[in-house]
Nanobody, 123 residues
């Protein structure tokens, strides 16, 4: 079993940057692909980025490609989401998740979820 705790959210102006972290507990972290999702008020949860268990493969939603970077450090059981050039439409609760497969992109491919961290981008 994997437990996930996100941190690093906050309020930032448009054009700014934030780095989210997701700390995992459990011995199987390094065997899971990891992903970031987000949910804005009144909208469905959407995929943001995913990374394979080794970190060798990544995948991004078109809306964040070129601005966000997902990475992981299996030595410290942590996955990161570096967010640059933030826009007001990036405002959402961001969730990390642990899943199966190589770089899973859909909700139902993820087994474990964190509680989320709020990111607010002001214009």
């Amino acid at each position: 079993q994997v437990q996930l705790v996100e941190s690093g959210g906050g309020l930032v102006q448009a054009g700014g940057s934030l780095r989210l972290s997701c700390a995992a507990s459990g011995r199987t972290f390094s065997s899971h692909a990891m992903g970031w999702f987000r949910q804005a008020p009144g909208k469905e949860r959407e995929f943001v980025a995913a990374i394979s268990w080794s970190g060798g493969s990544t995948y991004y939603a078109d809306s964040v490609k070129g601005r966000f970077t997902i990475s992981r450090d299996n030595a410290v059981n942590t996955v990161y989401l570096e967010m640059n050039s933030l826009k007001p439409e990036d405002t959402a609760v961001y969730y990390c998740a642990a899943g199966s497969g190589r770089v899973p992109k859909s909700n139902n491919e993820y087994v474990y979820w964190g509680q989320g961290t709020q990111v607010t981008v002001s214009s």
